[in-house]
């Protein structure tokens, strides 16, 4: 870390009391960011500067600081997780902004994500999403089959695997111009399509996913493929292809 | 449950945007091979017996009843998901860099789609609708010279003539002048005596369609050569049909579930082709008109 230098930056940050107080972006300045810090790192240190000038702390949401908790969001300088593609924020280090820069710092823009305080956003559709079929009903009442013992092609079992690294940060939703969450959908929808475990419930799965998704107001894909880029994990635009498929097959069933 | 998913869901507004959006792909293909026609030297007659052939050959009839439909739900569709997609999204973001993940055509297909509707219904005002209900419509003459004069004939569908000074354009014109034909709905020889039906002359599409881009008028009677005014309109319209194809087509794929590794480079590079080409071809048949041909 010898090259770690220290820079000044100017942060435009979007302030909001609570979910019902009308936000605006207020601008800030921080001096001496290491570049060896980590982003949020970096709004540590801007909150301990507010602290000390007896000011409110931005809220924002961070948990592992990993990058696999899916907690972290941040619409930076226009783009989901800042500019790196296939980060989360919490990955993302002050390396890659110079002295001098001015940062936009934004919470994810949705219907369905509303704003609770400053950058943090309630990201709950998700979950009831995943709650409308976004598992397999087993048994477990001790006489639980092992899943190793059930083969599944090796392609099968990696798209499937592929398809599960979704961590659920909703950067596609928040990079869409249409804020779809097809591609957590469509993810969360293939994780199960591609397995024999899966199958047995796919018709319900999809149909009540797919529900669920359109009642949490989010916006229709255009594929765009925006979501794709951003997306920290990976996650491909054929996820959203077999979601279409699964969904035709089910409709017509 | 499953057959309202079918109409009203998120996915089912993706399946009937993509497969009227790939049967209007058809479409173009095939109006464009009518089109290319009128790039052959003289081959006004051969042009109009295609122009008749396609607006009273049933099977085709129903492939364009087919067509006003594809259009009109695709219209409506993206109106409906622009606005639901609007809704989406309350508050914008104060700094987005979009095209650091998509592409322009992508991003703006209901501006693109909006402009090719606008084009549509002008397109249709100027042709189609002059080739169903316009009066004035011009029939096909020849000129032949018969012992040094001229003369100007009406072509007909049997292979026969009509020379055009006997021939009035109304029954009642035909009373007063004498003449001893005159045209009844639109096309159609009448023997004055008699009221009988002596043959059919050909509606000149080719001829309304070179005038029309030729045209030295003035259009809204202010800008002067308004036939250069269409052909510019024309090839501005072609750009933005290319810049929609060029996200539509391999994007109508992806919507109706059709994405592997094997065959989508193959689609997303037809589509590419198909949406310079075709484009390119339309818009090359109105500026040979209105620049070259004589």
């Known amino acids: ?10 942060l435009k940050i979007w302030r909001q009391k609570n ?16 570049t060896a810090s980590s982003f949020l790192e970096m709004l540590d240190q801007l909150n301990e500067q507010l602290i000390n000038e007896k000011k409110e702390p931005v809220a924002f949401d961070h948990d ?28 993302l280090h002050m390396r890659k902004f110079n002295d001098g820069d001015t940062i936009f710092i934004e919470p994810w823009r949705s219907k369905a994500f509303p704003v609770v305080k400053d950058l943090v956003v309630d990201r709950s559709a998700f979950d009831r ?38 961590i659920g940060c909703g950067a596609c939703v928040a990079s869409c111009k249409n804020g779809s969450a097809m591609l957590f959908v469509g993810a969360k929808v293939s994780q199960y399509a591609l397995l024999p475990q899966g199958k047995v419930e ?35 635009l054929e996820n959203i292809a077999r979601m279409n498929r699964e969904y035709l097959k089910a409709s017509l069933k | 449950m499953a057959k309202s998913a079918l109409l009203k869901s998120s996915l089912a507004k993706k399946y009937w945007m993509a497969l009227t959006g790939l049967f209007l792909c058809l479409f173009l293909a095939g109006h464009l091979a009518g089109n290319l026609q009128l790039l052959v030297p003289n081959n006004a007659l051969n042009f109009n017996k295609y122009a008749l052939f396609m607006t009273s050959n ?86 032949i010279e018969v012992m040094g004069q001229k003369q100007d004939l009406y072509l007909t569908t049997n292979e026969g003539y009509m ?32 009221k009988v039906k002596m043959g059919e002359g050909y509606k000149d599409l080719y001829k309304l369609t070179i005038d029309f881009f030729k045209s030295k008028g003035k259009l809204f009677n202010v800008i002067p050569n308004e036939g250069l005014v269409f052909t510019i309109l024309y090839v501005l319209s072609m750009a933005v049909l290319g810049f929609h194809l060029l996200h539509g087509f391999q994007s109508a794929f992806q919507s109706i579930g059709l994405n592997n590794s094997s065959w989508t480079p193959k689609i997303k590079l037809f589509g590419k082709l198909f949406a310079i080409v075709v484009p390119i071809l339309f818009a090359i048949i109105p500026v040979y008109i209105h620049f070259f041909l004589k």
């Open chain 1, 202 to 236: 796919a018709t319900q799965r999809v149909l009540n996913m797919v529900r669920q998704m359109d009642e949490e107001g989010f916006g229709n894909c255009t594929n765009t493929g925006a979501c794709e880029v951003e997306c920290p994990k990976g996650i491909s």
């Open chain 1, 1 to 10: 870390m010898s090259s770690a230098k220290n820079i000044n930056i100017n």
């Open chain 1, 64 to 91: 592992c600081r990993e990058g696999i908790c899916g907690m972290c969001s941040l619409y930076i300088n226009g783009r989901a997780h800042g500019p790196d593609t296939g980060t989360t924020t919490c990955q």
């Open chain 2, 163 to 194: 020379p055009v000074s006997q021939v009035a354009k109304s029954y009642e014109e035909a009373t007063k002048s004498g003449a001893q034909m005159y045209i009844e709905n639109r096309t159609e020889f009448f023997n004055t005596q008699a």
């Open chain 1, 19 to 34: 979910a019902k107080a009308k936000g605006s972006m207020e601008t800030y300045k921080l001096n001496n960011v290491s």
């Open chain 1, 129 to 166: 999403i995943q709650q409308a079929g976004g598992f397999v009903s087993v048994n477990t009442s001790g006489r639980t089959i092992d899943a190793n013992a059930i083969p599944i092609p090796k392609e099968d079992a990696d798209k499937a695997f592929m398809a599960a690294a979704c």
């Open chain 2, 58 to 143: 049933p099977a085709v009839k129903l492939l364009s009843y087919l067509t006003y439909i594809s259009i009109l739900f695709h219209a409506i569709d993206g109106f409906l998901l622009t606005y639901q997609n609007i809704k989406a999204r309350p508050i914008g973001y104060a700094k987005s860099n979009p095209s650091a993940n998509s592409s322009f055509s992508s991003r703006n297909m209901a501006v693109l789609g909006t402009l090719i509707l606008v084009f549509i219904v002008t397109h249709m005002v100027n042709f189609w609708a002059k080739m169903h209900f316009d009066k004035n419509m011009p029939l096909q003459t020849i000129t």
